[in-house]
Structures are given as structure tokens and as C-alpha cells.
């Protein structure tokens, strides 16, 4: 059984037909998408059409809620270009989608943690900046999940971590947006460093589960003028260089 985990395209169609691509290659079983899908500077319809098409198993993300929740003059420029761009048959379609879900016994499927779509689940933000969280604070945040493997996503970058209680908590990192900056609860920058599309997939062995983190080549740099036609020179640097 293999997997090929993705999440936060954030309108990044090229990125995310390249992800497609290179998993058909890989004769995956299933893709599943952790969220944050249409939010951003790039394409939003045309992922939402790509991915509706598909019917992949998807959970949302903190943009879905936010486009949802927040009334548009408290929306930071992503999720308003989204509220101003996508159809209300596409707006639909995100409001369905649950914030977390169970792919099988033995696998979760978050967006950030279990409890939360905001909180990082390997990476913990202090007044000094983005750190690696320990594993005591993953293990806080794992609560009772009782799985062996939670897919994780929102901070864009990839990791695996092993608990002591045998589950395995991955991160496949970003597929079209490879750094940001945030303020909450710290101003800090999250930076991949790569252009890279990036996803992993999930193998199932007699033994077990085990990841691989991939990265991806695609056309960054129509990627980035893209954005800056869009408005969003703030993305064309990150989709260039990985850096914000």
C-alpha cells in the first residue's frame, strides 16, 4: 500500500500537477490532501476544479476556515483574493471539507495537530523564532490520538518523527508555497530554502509504515511572474528562492 501525501498548494496549480505527475510515476494507491488548497496569489479556480475532479480524501485547513469564519475586511490578502476569486459552487466545496480525518485505523489525517489547525505540530514557535519542537511537545500535542501515523502539514516543511508509543507523525511538506511569515503566536519565518515542490509518500510493510520525503522540479520561476502579475510580489520571492 502506498500513499503520496500532499497539502498547502495554495493555488500553485503547476506545482501541484508536477506533485501528480511524479506520484503516478510512483504507482501510488492513493493521494490524500491535508488542506489549505485555495488561498493565495497563483490560480485558485483552477486547483479547485484539478482537485474536485479528483476526489482525493481531504481535510481543510486554517485558510478554509478563515475564508469561511472572518468577515472579508479582516482577511489577510491570500484569503481575500480567494473570497474574491472562487465560484460559490467552489466556496461549497471547501466548506464541506472536515478539519481532520480518519483515512483508516491506523492512519489520522490533520492539518496542524489533532486539536487545532493553527498549532505546529513538529516545529515550536518562540519569541526567538521557529525552533524543532521537542519530542515531550509532540507528544503533548499527539494527545489521544492512538494511531500509528498522523499526517501533518501547515508549517510547509518536512520531517518524521517517531514516538515512543510507536506512532509516526509526518510532515511531506508544502507543495506550492515554500516559505511565509507569520505573526502568531511570535513573528516568525518558516523557509523550506528550496523552490521545490515537496510531498512524501507513505509505504505500508509487513513491519510497518515508513515515509519518504520527495521534492519536485517544476517551473518555479513562471510560477513567481505569475504572482508578481497577481499583485504578489511577497510570493514571487518565496516561490523563487524558498526564502521569504
Known amino acids: 500500500m502506498k500513499i503520496a501525501v500532499l497539502y498547502d498548494i495554495h493555488g500553485n496549480v503547476a506545482a501541484l500537477d508536477a506533485v501528480l505527475a511524479d506520484a503516478a510515476s510512483r504507482q501510488?494507491?492513493?493521494?490524500?490532501?491535508?488542506?489549505?488548497?485555495?488561498?493565495?496569489?497563483?490560480?485558485?479556480r483552477e486547483t479547485a476544479?484539478?482537485?474536485?475532479?479528483?476526489?482525493l480524501p481531504t481535510n481543510c485547513g486554517n485558510h478554509?476556515?478563515?475564508?469561511?469564519?472572518?468577515p472579508r475586511g479582516r482577511m489577510g490578502p491570500s484569503d481575500r483574493h480567494a473570497a474574491d476569486t472562487l465560484l460559490p459552487e467552489q466556496l461549497a466545496w471547501l466548506a464541506a471539507l472536515p478539519p481532520t480525518m480518519r483515512l483508516s485505523d491506523d492512519v489520522l489525517l490533520v492539518h496542524g495537530t489533532p486539536?487545532?489547525?493553527l498549532t505546529y505540530f513538529l516545529e515550536t514557535v518562540t519569541e526567538d523564532g521557529l525552533r524543532e519542537a521537542t519530542r515531550e511537545e509532540v507528544e503533548q500535542r499527539e494527545g489521544s490520538a492512538n494511531t500509528d501515523v498522523i499526517l501533518c502539514g501547515h508549517t510547509h516543511l518536512q520531517r518524521v518523527l517517531s514516538l515512543?508509543?510507536?506512532?509516526?507523525?509526518?510532515?511531506?511538506?508544502r507543495v506550492g508555497l515554500p516559505a511565509y511569515d507569520d505573526d502568531?503566536?511570535?513573528?516568525h519565518l518558516v523557509e523550506s530554502g528550496s523552490p521545490h515542490a515537496h510531498y512524501a509518500v507513505l509505504s505500508k510493510q509487513d513491519d510497518g509504515w515508513t515515509a519518504e520525503l520527495l521534492s519536485v522540479e517544476y517551473d518555479w520561476e513562471q510560477a513567481a511572474r505569475d504572482a508578481e502579475i497577481n499583485g504578489r510580489l511577497d510570493r514571487s520571492r518565496a516561490l523563487r528562492t524558498g526564502r521569504v
Not at 476544479?49 to 476526489?55: I, K
Not at 478554509?64 to 472572518?70: V, Y
Request: net charge negative; glycine share 10%.
Open 115 to 117: 486539536d487545532s489547525d
Open 28 to 44: 501510488v494507491n492513493q493521494i490524500v490532501n491535508l488542506g489549505d488548497i485555495c488561498s493565495g496569489g497563483l490560480f485558485l
Open 164 to 173: 515512543d508509543d510507536g506512532c509516526m507523525i509526518v510532515n511531506p511538506g
Open 49 to 55: 476544479d484539478r482537485l474536485v475532479s479528483l476526489n
Open 184 to 187: 502568531r503566536p511570535y513573528a
Open 64 to 70: 478554509k476556515r478563515q475564508l469561511m469564519d472572518q
